[in-house]
């Protein structure tokens, strides 16, 4: 099947897979930060904050 | 579902590993920018360790992945040039994040033997650790690295 799908993927789709890969593993990754900070952080604010992901746009740490 | 598409599943779930602790890592390293304390140096480094052991994962099942597919697949062979290219990429990235792994372990080893000294108050030399522009440089090349990877990946060029 992932034989097929490739061959019957047009080349101007390749970008639009590119964006949606990144974008993906940039979510996953924030994700993965966020669950390892909060479950670390043992009352630490600076941990709490940087596993909040409202706080990740404007003060990381 | 044959073999070979539980391969190919495995080599995604590792790209997607790889790429995501990187990102993770990367805000880890954003955050140690201002850690000027031996206790936050170390309470971020926990975070960024749990990102190193996941970024070794993802680089090695990758990587093992991707081979056993390249074996396995009869549209592609492992000396096709897009795969040569992949591979010594993998290798660059990989060098870079062992170099910048160690770098990063300064700072920790220096917060412990503050804490291990009674000293909790901020350190300017644990700052200029924390900030290491080396550190930064090999995340950054074996980032661009990985991105490249990715992107020949997709376009496989020459197949």
């Known amino acids: ?61 | 579902v044959s073999f070979e598409d539980w391969i190919f599943s495995l080599h995604l779930l590792m790209a997607a590993t790889l790429v995501g602790s990187l990102v993770m890592s990367w805000i880890v390293v954003v955050s140690l920018l201002s850690a000027h304390t031996p206790g936050a140096t170390l309470n971020l480094s926990r975070v960024g360790m749990v990102g190193t052991v996941t970024t070794v994962i993802g680089l090695v099942g990758a990587i093992a992945f991707g081979i056993w597919l390249a074996i396995l697949r009869d549209a592609f062979q492992v000396w096709d040039g897009w795969v040569i290219a992949a591979i010594v990429l993998w290798c660059v990235a990989a060098v870079a994040l062992w170099r910048s792994f160690v770098e990063y372990a300064k700072p920790v080893e220096k917060a412990r033997g503050l804490i291990a000294a009674g000293e909790t108050s901020p350190s300017a030399e644990l700052t200029a650790l924390n900030r290491s522009s080396t550190g930064l440089l090999l995340r950054a090349l074996a980032s661009a690295a990985i991105v490249l990877i990715v992107i020949d990946m997709i376009w496989k060029p020459g197949a």
Do not use: K, N, Y
């Open chain 1, 1 to 61: 099947v992932p034989d097929v799908l490739a061959a019957i993927r047009p080349d101007e789709q390749s970008f639009a897979l590119l964006l949606h890969l990144v974008g993906a593993t940039v979510v996953f990754g924030a994700l993965l930060a966020s669950a390892t900070s909060i479950l670390l952080a043992r009352g630490d604010t600076r941990l709490l904050r940087l596993g909040s992901p409202c706080c990740w746009w404007g003060c990381p740490g």
